[in-house]
Structure formats: structure tokens, C-alpha cells
Nanobody
Framework: QVQLVESGGGLVQPGGSLRLSCAAS????????MAWYRQAPGKQRELVAA???????NYADSVKGRFTISRDNAKNTVDLQMNVLKPEDTAVYYC????????????WGQGTQVTVSS
């Protein structure tokens, strides 16, 4: 029943910034983690950043110091602020939520394209 909708993707020049947003709807339970993944053409999907219900975060080494993940528990939204973007950041970015409902269950958004190019 959980649905996630990403927004904010687009074309940006190297060194620029972009902010992605994800709105979750449906029945989301208290214990949950939200995350951003990305997949570039010909590449494996990788974790970009994750944040727990309590606010603990972790980042891929490639984006640490440049990207910031944040969430609003009351609104069930998660954002990804991306700064100092590089061409290698080009990918489809996916929002996900993992929550406890008689066990852990994971849901995915449809993805939003981010292109970093001159």
C-alpha cells in the first residue's frame, strides 16, 4: 500500500546543486528507514544515502561531504540535497522506504533522472 513519488531531478552543470524530494503515502509504520539509491547506465544500483526514524545517517564514500539526506517524520518525506555535482553522479535516483510490518518490507519509487553535464 505504500507509495513513493520522487521529484526534483533534472539537468545541472558540474559543480552545481540539486535537491531531490520524496513523498511517501499509505500505511507507514513507526520503525522505518528511508534511503536514496541510484543506478547509472550499465552500472549496478548503489546506495547513496540512508536515514533512520531516529535520524541516524550513512552515506556512500563517493558522496560524503557533498550530499545531505534529511527527513520529516510527520510528513513522511525525505530529501537529498546534492552539492558540487559531478558527471559521475548522473543516474536515475530512487527513493525507498523500509518499515516493520510483521517483518521488514521495502518499497520503491519510480525514479527521477539526474544528469550532470556541461
Amino acid at each position: 500500500q505504500v507509495q513513493l513519488v520522487e521529484s526534483g531531478g533534472g539537468l545541472v552543470q558540474p559543480g552545481g546543486s540539486l535537491r531531490l524530494s520524496c513523498a511517501a503515502s499509505g500505511r507507514i509504520f513507526t520503525l522505518n528507514d528511508m534511503a536514496w539509491y541510484r543506478q547509472a547506465p550499465g552500472k549496478q544500483r548503489e546506495l547513496v544515502a540512508a536515514i533512520t526514524s531516529g535520524g541516524s545517517t550513512n552515506y556512500a564514500d563517493s558522496v560524503k561531504g557533498r550530499f545531505t539526506i534529511s527527513r520529516d517524520n510527520a510528513k513522511n518525506t525525505v530529501d537529498l540535497q546534492m552539492n558540487v555535482l559531478k558527471p559521475e553522479d548522473t543516474a536515475v535516483y530512487y527513493c525507498s522506504v523500509r518499515h516493520w510490518e510483521y517483518g521488514w518490507k521495502t518499497y520503491w519509487g519510480q525514479g527521477t533522472q539526474v544528469t550532470v553535464s556541461s
